[in-house]
């Protein structure tokens, strides 16, 4: 199953970002969740309780960030077993960008599912990711509007090199400047 699709958040980009990998705003809006918790920067541990096709499933899963590009993009890897349910697998590529004063969320999301949840087909997989979607964005977008905007934090600073790195260097120049001087006026003359 792919989706694809973009949503505009009523904040800035770097807001949207730091929302988007805080695990108690994650567990506020992810529809039927139980636990997100942090592991590493990268990657994180959840618990989602939800319904597919009449089904109750309740998954364990990890969710994994690579190909991170602070706060412009990332590429998510998720998996959740259940044990009645199944196993659900899958992508997501997401952007961030800014536009009209808030932030545009770019994503596509590939996925597969096994057990039962897949013997109710593709059709009604797909209705109930794309409502999981739907209500995640409704939760997010409504945190997001009540934050306060701020300024981006600066850039960090890129490390001096060269000449301007450090004052010994200067001083290496200068006394290389002050031999040759010194050479040219004593020795040549």
């Given at each position: 199953?792919?989706?694809?699709d973009?949503?505009?958040?009523?904040?800035?980009?770097?807001?949207?970002?730091?929302?988007?990998?805080?695990p108690?705003?994650?567990?506020?809006?992810?529809?039927?969740?139980?636990?997100?918790e942090?592991?590493?920067?990268?990657?994180?541990?959840?618990?989602?309780?939800?319904?597919?096709?009449?089904?109750?499933?309740?998954?364990q899963?990890?969710?994994?960030?690579?190909?991170?590009?602070?706060?412009n993009?990332?590429?998510?890897?998720?998996?959740?077993?259940?044990?009645?349910?199944?196993?659900?697998?899958?992508?997501?590529?997401?952007n961030?960008?800014t536009?009209?004063?808030?932030?545009?969320?770019?994503?596509?999301v590939?996925?597969?599912?096994?057990?039962?949840?897949a013997?109710?087909?593709?059709?009604?997989?797909?209705?109930?990711?794309?409502?999981i979607?739907?209500?995640?964005?409704?939760?997010?977008?409504?945190?997001?509007?009540?934050?306060?905007?701020?300024?981006?934090?600066?850039?960090?600073?890129e490390?001096?090199?060269?000449?301007?790195?450090?004052?010994?260097?200067?001083?290496?120049?200068?006394?290389?400047?002050?031999?040759?001087?010194l050479?040219?006026?004593?020795?040549?003359?």
């Amino acid at each position: 199953m792919r989706i694809a699709d973009a949503q505009w958040i009523p904040a800035a980009q770097h807001q949207v970002w730091d929302a988007l990998n805080d695990p108690a705003i994650l567990q506020r809006c992810i529809p039927g969740c139980v636990l997100v918790e942090k592991l590493a920067d990268t990657e994180f541990a959840l618990t989602v309780q939800t319904q597919v096709g009449g089904m109750e499933a309740a998954y364990q899963g990890e969710l994994l960030l690579a190909d991170v590009d602070a706060p412009n993009s990332c590429t998510l890897a998720f998996e959740g077993k259940g044990r009645a349910a199944g196993l659900v697998i899958g992508t997501a590529q997401i952007n961030l960008s800014t536009k009209d004063r808030g932030t545009r969320l770019a994503y596509t999301v590939a996925s597969q599912v096994g057990g039962k949840v897949a013997a109710l087909g593709d059709i009604a997989v797909r209705r109930a990711a794309e409502r999981i979607i739907e209500k995640f964005f409704t939760a997010f977008i409504d945190y997001a509007s009540g934050l306060p905007r701020t300024e981006p934090p600066p850039a960090p600073e890129e490390p001096q090199r060269g000449l301007c790195a450090s004052r010994w260097s200067w001083l290496a120049v200068l006394a290389v400047v002050v031999v040759l001087a010194l050479y040219h006026f004593f020795v040549k003359k």
